[in-house]
Structure formats: structure tokens, C-alpha cells
């Protein structure tokens, strides 16, 4: 692989070794190998004499020989579906920041869908990775399969469970439930749900939502189907107030298609935020929050689904699931009666 | 640093060798790196039968020696400055891309700022990282001649010249010039510019702004300074427009302060944009061709900057300086004249 960047500067530069910052140091090899190891007890004046004599010899320590002989690298594979919904760049953010307190490195793949997931993760365990975080959910068992039979832990987010996978899910039936609770307490009576794709998660919201509106007594509710980006958002509401019956309580899968869905309300109809309409989205992300939208939506606690993926990759049996709440954010879109 | 994973599965496996590939398979053990090395050629017919018996032993290359051996890894570290801007995200999405279309792997790095950018490339050196590509403009004299000094290549984007390392920018000075034009054009007489704090690209933008305000005879611009968030915009705005010289047009430093400071003009003040004040931004971020703001602004072309960097690591001398143009996205936030 190393054929791609075909100009190495500095590739024929000779490499001091550590025997050589030790012998400047005044301090035994193995002292010089515990300074550059994660967790290992070094006096602070000891590990600032070594490393200065690092620097004078401009010595770069070497993770290779550790990881040959141990077959674990201290890298992590984490995966991404896509950047377009701040959820999986707060996720990210999270789960980078969680690893590195761990000092653990993050491989980044970013992959339109799990199938390609194969190939990809069977490249970078060639780098002897310690695990795989995805933050997009895994359908395939051929995947999971694969990696389990290579001794690679995975974890998925807002995933089924395939194989001996571990999940962290938001508990989105739960909070399907709520959002019927929101919309039906703040008097709607035509509600609609606004759907994504394929998705566990989204399965999982509708089906807490359909259950709670049926324990309340409400008819079944109009389904949309939206995907999750704010262009789908927008066609689907066109669509369905262009039709006949016209909701007067949305739930959308994502606040991504709940902001669409707003701006396709004033622009295309001219109707009122929640005058006319309410709406209710998921994710809470930053934009839900701006005042141009003031969206009810449910927060999901990224930083403990991100620490979650963090913990059972380094400490559960295979097969382990934990479930993180989450936490309905009130704000403007819905008319909000005491309750 | 593998002992923060405490409970490795499957640590304890033997793993089987190319050579009982090969054996499985009926070719040469050679036959088996190739399979496996980007850019090798095989046939279909011999892939195939070596993927087979790779799978049927479970096979796991193995990229270390040859790492060990060249010094060379295959992986890129990239750098982001945070994750609040999607500014970041797409430049992540397009080098990502760009990345695997050459199979190189990315080691991700989340910085605040380009101090801490020392110690972590120095941890990633470990792993023999091929190069370094950052998205945050790197100020540190330091860094940069550590980074060469050992040997590693580094292209930042919108960034100074520091030492040896190669740059990649947007034509920011070109870009400001163009938007002092569009607010004259479009009859601004008072016009403020909305600065981001410490930053090359800041300091070009404002620079070009400046010169052709100047050029064309309108007097120094009002200057508030707004940082690069959303919040940051609104909090600017508020201030500027609670003075008693309110400006008629604003040039903001990205696209997150002009949707605050947009948001800050309709909900504080019930200004129309652009028929009170009309607002130039920066960046196209997904969020300015939202219907709700239909923001004027500069499209930086991200896939342009993420192709730059990854050719100019593989190909370039120290040094190197690429600019790419930007685009002018007329939308609803100005008056657009006949031009």
C-alpha cells in the first residue's frame, strides 16, 4: 500500500534506537520503553530526562515490534455512515474523545452501507485492529460473522443484534412513546409519522409510537415516508399537505427531516409552527436548537452511547446490549400545555 | 497501549500463514502478498481461488512486516480543528474519499487547537504514519519542524506557510474582494464586516474585503468580531444592532455566524433580509441553501481542497502552495441586481 505516495521524503533516513536515547539518558532501554508506553509508572523527572534526549536525537518510537508480538495494535476501526447528519459527526466526536482518553487510535471508515463493511474491515485487519465501532447500524450477518471468526470485537450503535455483536442503542421505542404522549397532551388529533429507510432505530421509534397513540384511543397514524435528510423532509411534507387530509401533529424520525418538513410547511403553505402544525423531531442536533427553528425534539446522549462503545469493546462477553435513555427537549414547535 | 483494552477475544488464536494459503490455493506464497498488496497485479482466476482459501482458513493478512521493513504504513494521519462546523465534516467526507480511492488508511486526530497537535503526532509516528493532512490551520513553528524533522510530510488546508509544510487554500483574499462587490452592487452605503477570531484565512478574507471597499470608494467598514459558531453570530449581532450605527450590509467570516446573525435580525430586532439588511457568508454549508435562510455565500470547493492535499503529499516538494478558487452562490440574502 505504501506504493500510493510514491515521493517518501525522509524513507531512507536511518532511525536511532532506543538503546541509543537510553545511553544519553543515563536510564536503562527498558526504562526508555516504559516512557513511550501507554499507562506505564515513570518518575516525571526520569520521563522528561528521556524525553529530552528523544529529542536531541530526534528518536520516533515504534509501535510495531509490540504489536507483532502481541497481535494487539491499540487502534480502533470506527465507522461512519455518512457525514451529512451532525449525528454522526457528534457521535464521532464523542466516541474520538472517549478513545483517546484510553489513548487508543481511531481508524476512520466512512461507508454508504454495511455490505461494503466486509472489505473494508478486512483491510484494516491487516493493522491487527483491537475492535470496530460503527456508528451505522449492522444488518449483515456475513459481516459480523467475519469479524467475530477474526477475534475482532465489534460494537454497533442503534443496531440489531447480529452474531456476537454488541449493541448501544438510544432507547427508541420509549421514546416513540413520549412523542405520542407530547403531541396527543398538546391537543392534536390528525397525527402523522414521518419515516426513514431501513433502520432499526426508525422501526423501533414508529413501533413505540404507533403503541402508545393506540393505548390513548387515537386511529391509526398517516405514514410518510421520509428518509433522513432535510431534502427528503421537505418533498415528503409537499406530498402530504398537497393531498387532502393534512396533519395537524407530525412526528419525524430525525430532526434533519423535521426542519425540512418545517420550512416546506411556511414556504410551500404558508401554515404556523405550531399554530397550524406541531412537530416533534429526534436527534437534538445543534441546528434543532437554532432560533430560526426551536424544534421539540428528543435528545440523544451521544456522549453515553459514545462511552458505552468504548466500555463493551474493552470489557463485555459477546452478545452484551445496553440501552441509554434519552430526553425530550421542549421548545417552540409544540404547543406546550401544563402536564 | 493495548492494555486499555482489558479483555482482548480471541488474543489466544494462532494465526494461520500465507504459506497454508498458498498451499490451499496451489500457488506460491508470493502469489498470496500480491492477492493481498494494493496495486499487485493478479488475475481474476488466482484472486479468487486465493480469497477462497483465505476465507476457508481464515486468513488474516498481515501488514506489519512490510511496514516494518519500508517504514512505511499506508496511513494518513488527518487532522480536524472540532467537529460544531460542517465546514470540517465535508472537508473529513471529501479527503476520506479521496484517501481510499488511493487505498491509503486515515488515523483520525481531533484537536482544539494546533498545540496539542505535538504530543499526538508524535504517538501517531509510532505507527509509522505516512503523512499528515490537516483541515485546522497549524500556526506552530514547532510543530511543523518536528513533523519534518522526522520525516513525515504535512499539507494543511487554508493555512500559513511554517517551515517546510505544503499548503492548500480557498482563494480567500479573491472571495472577499468579490463580496465587497456584491454588497455595493447591491446599494449597501453602511456596511460592517463579521470577523472570526486568529486565523489565516480569516485574515485573508477581510484582507480582500477591505482593499476593494477601499477601491471602490466606500469608507472602512464597521469590524465585529463574531468567532466561527452559530452562537457567536447571534451574540454579535445583538451587540452591533443594539448601537446606534446599523449597518445595511454584512460580509460574515463563515456561514454559521451570518445564520446567527440572521436569525439575530429577524427574532430580536424584526429586520427583513435582505430588504433591511442583506448578508453575505462563507463556506456553503448544507445549512445555507436551507429554504429558511437561502443564504448568499462562497463555495469552497471542498472536493478540490481534499484532492489537493493528498496529491501534494504524495508528490510535492516541501513548500508546495496550491490555491483553489471559489464560487459566489447568489441565493435570497442579497439584492441581486442586474449585473
Given at each position: 500500500?505504501?506504493?500510493?505516495?510514491?515521493n517518501p521524503?525522509?524513507?531512507?533516513?536511518?532511525?536511532?534506537s532506543?538503546t541509543?536515547?537510553?545511553?544519553?539518558?543515563?536510564?536503562?532501554?527498558?526504562?526508555?520503553?516504559?516512557?513511550?508506553s501507554a499507562?506505564?509508572a515513570?518518575?516525571?523527572?526520569?520521563?522528561?530526562?528521556?524525553?529530552?534526549?528523544?529529542e536531541?536525537?530526534?528518536y520516533?518510537?515504534?509501535?510495531?515490534?509490540?504489536?507483532?508480538?502481541?497481535g494487539?495494535?491499540g487502534?480502533?476501526?470506527?465507522?461512519?455512515?455518512?457525514?451529512?447528519?451532525?449525528?454522526?459527526?457528534?457521535?464521532?466526536?464523542?466516541v474520538?474523545?472517549?478513545?483517546?482518553?484510553?489513548?487508543?487510535?481511531i481508524m476512520?471508515?466512512?461507508?454508504?452501507?454495511?455490505?461494503?463493511?466486509?472489505d473494508?474491515?478486512?483491510?484494516?485487519?491487516?493493522y491487527?485492529?483491537?475492535?470496530?465501532i460503527?456508528?451505522?447500524?449492522?444488518?449483515?450477518?456475513?459481516v459480523?460473522?467475519?469479524?467475530?471468526?477474526?477475534g475482532?470485537?465489534?460494537?454497533?450503535?442503534?443496531s440489531?443484534?447480529?452474531g456476537?455483536?454488541?449493541?448501544?442503542?438510544?432507547?427508541?421505542?420509549a421514546?416513540?412513546?413520549a412523542?405520542?404522549?407530547?403531541?396527543?397532551?398538546?391537543?392534536c388529533?390528525?397525527?402523522?409519522?414521518?419515516?426513514?429507510?431501513?433502520?432499526?432505530?426508525?422501526?423501533?421509534?414508529?413501533?413505540?409510537?404507533?403503541?402508545r397513540?393506540s393505548?390513548r384511543?387515537?386511529?391509526?397514524?398517516?405514514?410518510?415516508l421520509?428518509?433522513?435528510?432535510?431534502?427528503?423532509g421537505?418533498?415528503a411534507?409537499?406530498?402530504?399537505f398537497?393531498?387532502?387530509?393534512?396533519?395537524d401533529?407530525?412526528?419525524?424520525?430525525?430532526?434533519?427531516?423535521?426542519?425540512?418538513?418545517?420550512?416546506?410547511?411556511?414556504k410551500?403553505?404558508?401554515?404556523?409552527?405550531?399554530?397550524?402544525?406541531q412537530?416533534?423531531?429526534?436527534?437534538?442536533?445543534?441546528?434543532a436548537?437554532w432560533?430560526?427553528?426551536?424544534?421539540?425534539?428528543?435528545?440523544?446522549d451521544?456522549?453515553?452511547?459514545?462511552?458505552?462503545?468504548?466500555d463493551?469493546l474493552?470489557d463485555?462477553?459477546?452478545?452484551?446490549r445496553?440501552?441509554?435513555?434519552?430526553r425530550?427537549?421542549v421548545?417552540?414547535t409544540?404547543?406546550n400545555?401544563?402536564?
Amino acid at each position: 500500500m505504501s506504493r500510493a505516495l510514491s515521493n517518501p521524503p525522509g524513507a531512507a533516513r536511518a532511525q536511532p534506537s532506543s538503546t541509543e536515547v537510553a545511553r544519553l539518558a543515563g536510564v536503562s532501554q527498558s526504562t526508555v520503553s516504559r516512557v513511550f508506553s501507554a499507562g506505564a509508572a515513570v518518575s516525571p523527572a526520569v520521563r522528561d530526562r528521556v524525553m529530552k534526549a528523544a529529542e536531541a536525537l530526534n528518536y520516533r518510537p515504534n509501535a510495531l515490534p509490540a504489536i507483532l508480538q502481541t497481535g494487539r495494535s491499540g487502534i480502533i476501526a470506527v465507522v461512519v455512515g455518512g457525514f451529512y447528519n451532525p449525528f454522526f459527526t457528534e457521535f464521532l466526536r464523542c466516541v474520538t474523545a472517549a478513545l483517546r482518553e484510553r489513548r487508543l487510535e481511531i481508524m476512520l471508515v466512512d461507508t454508504a452501507s454495511d455490505d461494503n463493511l466486509n472489505d473494508i474491515v478486512g483491510e484494516l485487519s491487516r493493522y491487527r485492529i483491537d475492535g470496530v465501532i460503527s456508528a451505522m447500524a449492522i444488518h449483515s450477518t456475513r459481516v459480523a460473522k467475519k469479524l467475530e471468526s477474526a477475534g475482532i470485537p465489534i460494537v454497533a450503535v442503534n443496531s440489531k443484534r447480529v452474531g456476537g455483536m454488541r449493541t448501544v442503542s438510544t432507547d427508541n421505542r420509549a421514546a416513540g412513546g413520549a412523542a405520542a404522549d407530547v403531541l396527543v397532551d398538546a391537543g392534536c388529533r390528525d397525527i402523522a409519522y414521518f419515516a426513514g429507510r431501513d433502520s432499526q432505530a426508525q422501526a423501533e421509534r414508529e413501533r413505540g409510537f404507533l403503541k402508545r397513540l393506540s393505548d390513548r384511543g387515537m386511529p391509526e397514524p398517516q405514514r410518510a415516508l421520509a428518509g433522513f435528510t432535510y431534502e427528503e423532509g421537505y418533498a415528503a411534507a409537499v406530498e402530504c399537505f398537497s393531498g387532502r387530509s393534512r396533519p395537524d401533529g407530525i412526528f419525524c424520525v430525525n430532526d434533519l427531516v423535521a426542519i425540512g418538513v418545517m420550512d416546506a410547511l411556511r414556504k410551500e403553505f404558508g401554515l404556523d409552527v405550531p399554530g397550524d402544525v406541531q412537530i416533534v423531531g429526534f436527534d437534538d442536533i445543534p441546528m434543532a436548537g437554532w432560533r430560526g427553528y426551536e424544534l421539540t425534539t428528543f435528545h440523544q446522549d451521544m456522549d453515553a452511547l459514545a462511552r458505552g462503545c468504548v466500555d463493551l469493546l474493552a470489557d463485555a462477553p459477546a452478545d452484551t446490549r445496553t440501552t441509554v435513555p434519552c430526553r425530550l427537549v421542549v421548545r417552540e414547535t409544540t404547543r406546550n400545555r401544563a402536564r
